[in-house]
């Protein structure tokens, strides 16, 4: 039994409770059920009647079950010694989940997990808004102070066993009862909407680390393996008399629903709608973050034939590029390359410190053009330079743009999205959409100032959209089967510079029709062998876009 200690002790013995590990893990569980799991009795409950004795029959069984269910999992780790270091992260952890799953309505599957452990100390900054401190003081503070006051009494080894055996069996009944009683309701719950079980906490954040874990391990471990062994330069090359450079811009959380050149109703791409730009309307994203769409947009194999140890243990389309002898540079703005340029050629906009345009560790996309005249002007041969914006990354999308791109007002100026209209921060994220256009504009300006020595290409695709609270939701990282559009559609443009369609053999005009068609990033890597002419037994035809646009004649002109 526990028992409370005598206020006559000395002052740190007071209040201390003496007990068992069993009773503790029996207390977190039943914290976690019903302070953590709010989302996930909302979807759970989403058609149910708030009248009906079922429903609250249904409640009482499943949070039972969420009960046994974490009792039995920290009971497999938690012992006298193990218990508060294992319980005191679990609190936190679950705090801070359980509060951007209710702010934002995410999902804490694999792809989540992966996103937060490689989320950078600037980014984590951003999300860390006054209102979390309340929740945390709540739901991580309150419990780990109760945690610091429990003294483990000490049982010997058999009898501790037994009584964690004997835990255990009630436990593991108390979940088969509890799950015999809301079989039917459950089994079509988790058929319906599979989804809903990356809403239960912490069980969710635990599967997914433990299986992030697991994967990133075995990756380190095994080396990559080569793709496009066979990859050499096409005909074209031999035929082409200026230098060629194809400059790739990895746009960041813009969705195609807000781009002016797509029709949106707010003018956000003026620049570029002035240009003689190929826009690409009807384009899918990989994923609904970045760590699972960018490594997918430079994998033959995307989101059609989708395997994600696969592409995390394989090459890049850069690696395929260089060894067919394209110089390849990838300069980064925001979390990194995520694996894709491995021992290639690149630096970051922050190690530059581009004059002006960084602040507290982030820094304006316009630091991506750095150094740019310089690197045109003695381009030779030809060169793939990867640009990755930071964009319209949040929530703090007002982050993004210097003050005259303030257009759309008044404008989200806070960290924290609730404490703005969703008009404001509409207006944000437009304004964000502004400055990617002028970066786009500025980057086609430069190219074009060049056409006259040089052979020149951009491709603009974004690698995954936002919502913007449309149904409750913001951000994104929802799990993909059950992403909106909104996260899914993706802006995507081309241009040439005068005179390279025919310098490189490409007829233009057959690639502006592709550009009507439905497209996703799985047509990237191959399409991108196609304009630079690599050729390779990886190089799928019916995914290149250029493939039938190839016009040898007028290259040799
Ligand atoms: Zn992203």
Redesign the pocket.
């Given at each position: 039994m526990p028992s409370i200690r005598s206020a006559r002790l000395p002052a740190e013995e007071r209040f201390t409770v003496t007990i068992t590990v069993e009773p503790v893990l029996l207390a977190a569980g039943a914290f976690f059920a019903l302070a953590a799991n709010r989302p996930f009795f909302a979807a759970a409950l989403r058609g149910h009647d708030a009248g009906e004795p079922a429903t609250w029959a249904f409640v009482a069984a499943v949070t039972a079950l969420l009960v046994a269910v974490h009792f039995i999992l920290m009971a497999l780790v938690c012992n006298r010694w193990t218990l508060k270091v294992v319980l005191a992260p679990l609190f936190v952890a679950t705090a801070l989940a359980s509060y951007f799953m209710a702010r934002y309505g995410v999902f804490f599957d694999a792809a989540m997990v992966r996103n937060v452990l490689h989320t950078h100390v600037a980014e984590a900054r951003e999300l860390l808004a006054p209102a979390l401190l309340p929740h945390l003081a709540l739901y991580a503070i309150a419990p780990l102070v109760l945690l610091w006051r429990v003294r483990v009494v000490h049982t010997p080894l058999p009898r501790a066993a037994l009584i964690r055996a004997g835990w255990l069996v009630a436990a593991s009944g108390m979940a088969a009862v509890a799950l015999l009683a809301v079989f039917q309701p459950l089994a079509s719950l988790m058929r319906n909407h599979r989804e809903a079980r990356y809403l239960i906490t912490p069980g969710n954040v635990l599967v997914s680390l433990i299986s992030v874990l697991g994967r990133e391990t075995r990756a380190a471990a095994t080396p990559r393996q080569s793709i496009g062994t066979d990859a050499k330069a096409g005909p074209s090359w031999a035929l082409r008399r200026k230098p060629l450079v194809l400059v790739l811009v990895v746009g960041?959380?813009a969705r195609a629903a807000n781009w002016g050149l797509n029709g949106y109703a707010r003018q956000t791409t003026p620049q570029l709608t002035a240009m003689p730009v190929i826009n690409f309307p009807h384009v899918t994203s990989c994923g609904t973050?970045?760590e699972v769409?960018?490594p997918c947009m430079f994998a033959p194999h995307g989101r059609h034939d989708y395997d994600e140890a696969s592409i995390r243990g394989s090459e890049s389309l850069l690696h395929v590029l260089s060894r067919a002898g394209v110089a390849v540079h990838w300069r980064d703005n925001q979390s990194g390359c995520k694996g894709v340029c491995d021992g290639l050629s690149n630096d970051s906009v922050q190690a530059l410190n581009a004059p002006g345009l960084c602040h507290n560790g982030q820094c304006f996309d316009e630091g991506l053009l750095h150094g740019l005249e310089a690197r045109l002007a003695t381009a030779q041969g030809t060169q793939l330079l990867v640009l990755h914006q930071l964009g319209n990354?949040g929530p703090p999308y007002f982050r993004r743009y210097p003050p005259p791109f303030a257009r759309f007002v008044p404008a989200c100026n806070h960290d924290d999205l609730a404490l703005c209209s969703r008009q404001e921060i509409v207006n944000a994220y437009d304004n964000a959409l502004l400055y990617t256009d002028h970066v786009l504009g500025q980057l086609i300006t430069q190219l074009s100032a060049h056409a006259d020595g040089l052979d020149s290409m951009l491709l603009y695709v974004s690698?995954?959209g936002e919502s913007l609270g449309e149904g409750g939701l913001f951000l994104?990282g929802m799990p993909y089967a059950i992403a909106p559009d909104v996260q899914t559609q993706v802006p995507m443009l081309m241009w040439l510079s005068a005179g390279t369609a025919g310098g490189i053999g490409l007829d233009a005009a057959c690639l502006r029709h592709q550009a009507s068609k439905a497209l996703t990033h799985d047509h990237l890597f191959h399409t991108v062998l196609g304009l630079l002419d690599v050729h390779t037994s990886a190089l799928e035809p019916a995914w290149d876009l250029t493939h039938g646009c190839r016009d040898l004649v007028a290259a040799s002109r």
């Amino acid at each position: 039994m526990p028992s409370i200690r005598s206020a006559r002790l000395p002052a740190e013995e007071r209040f201390t409770v003496t007990i068992t590990v069993e009773p503790v893990l029996l207390a977190a569980g039943a914290f976690f059920a019903l302070a953590a799991n709010r989302p996930f009795f909302a979807a759970a409950l989403r058609g149910h009647d708030a009248g009906e004795p079922a429903t609250w029959a249904f409640v009482a069984a499943v949070t039972a079950l969420l009960v046994a269910v974490h009792f039995i999992l920290m009971a497999l780790v938690c012992n006298r010694w193990t218990l508060k270091v294992v319980l005191a992260p679990l609190f936190v952890a679950t705090a801070l989940a359980s509060y951007f799953m209710a702010r934002y309505g995410v999902f804490f599957d694999a792809a989540m997990v992966r996103n937060v452990l490689h989320t950078h100390v600037a980014e984590a900054r951003e999300l860390l808004a006054p209102a979390l401190l309340p929740h945390l003081a709540l739901y991580a503070i309150a419990p780990l102070v109760l945690l610091w006051r429990v003294r483990v009494v000490h049982t010997p080894l058999p009898r501790a066993a037994l009584i964690r055996a004997g835990w255990l069996v009630a436990a593991s009944g108390m979940a088969a009862v509890a799950l015999l009683a809301v079989f039917q309701p459950l089994a079509s719950l988790m058929r319906n909407h599979r989804e809903a079980r990356y809403l239960i906490t912490p069980g969710n954040v635990l599967v997914s680390l433990i299986s992030v874990l697991g994967r990133e391990t075995r990756a380190a471990a095994t080396p990559r393996q080569s793709i496009g062994t066979d990859a050499k330069a096409g005909p074209s090359w031999a035929l082409r008399r200026k230098p060629l450079v194809l400059v790739l811009v990895v746009g960041e959380t813009a969705r195609a629903a807000n781009w002016g050149l797509n029709g949106y109703a707010r003018q956000t791409t003026p620049q570029l709608t002035a240009m003689p730009v190929i826009n690409f309307p009807h384009v899918t994203s990989c994923g609904t973050n970045t760590e699972v769409s960018l490594p997918c947009m430079f994998a033959p194999h995307g989101r059609h034939d989708y395997d994600e140890a696969s592409i995390r243990g394989s090459e890049s389309l850069l690696h395929v590029l260089s060894r067919a002898g394209v110089a390849v540079h990838w300069r980064d703005n925001q979390s990194g390359c995520k694996g894709v340029c491995d021992g290639l050629s690149n630096d970051s906009v922050q190690a530059l410190n581009a004059p002006g345009l960084c602040h507290n560790g982030q820094c304006f996309d316009e630091g991506l053009l750095h150094g740019l005249e310089a690197r045109l002007a003695t381009a030779q041969g030809t060169q793939l330079l990867v640009l990755h914006q930071l964009g319209n990354h949040g929530p703090p999308y007002f982050r993004r743009y210097p003050p005259p791109f303030a257009r759309f007002v008044p404008a989200c100026n806070h960290d924290d999205l609730a404490l703005c209209s969703r008009q404001e921060i509409v207006n944000a994220y437009d304004n964000a959409l502004l400055y990617t256009d002028h970066v786009l504009g500025q980057l086609i300006t430069q190219l074009s100032a060049h056409a006259d020595g040089l052979d020149s290409m951009l491709l603009y695709v974004s690698d995954h959209g936002e919502s913007l609270g449309e149904g409750g939701l913001f951000l994104h990282g929802m799990p993909y089967a059950i992403a909106p559009d909104v996260q899914t559609q993706v802006p995507m443009l081309m241009w040439l510079s005068a005179g390279t369609a025919g310098g490189i053999g490409l007829d233009a005009a057959c690639l502006r029709h592709q550009a009507s068609k439905a497209l996703t990033h799985d047509h990237l890597f191959h399409t991108v062998l196609g304009l630079l002419d690599v050729h390779t037994s990886a190089l799928e035809p019916a995914w290149d876009l250029t493939h039938g646009c190839r016009d040898l004649v007028a290259a040799s002109r």
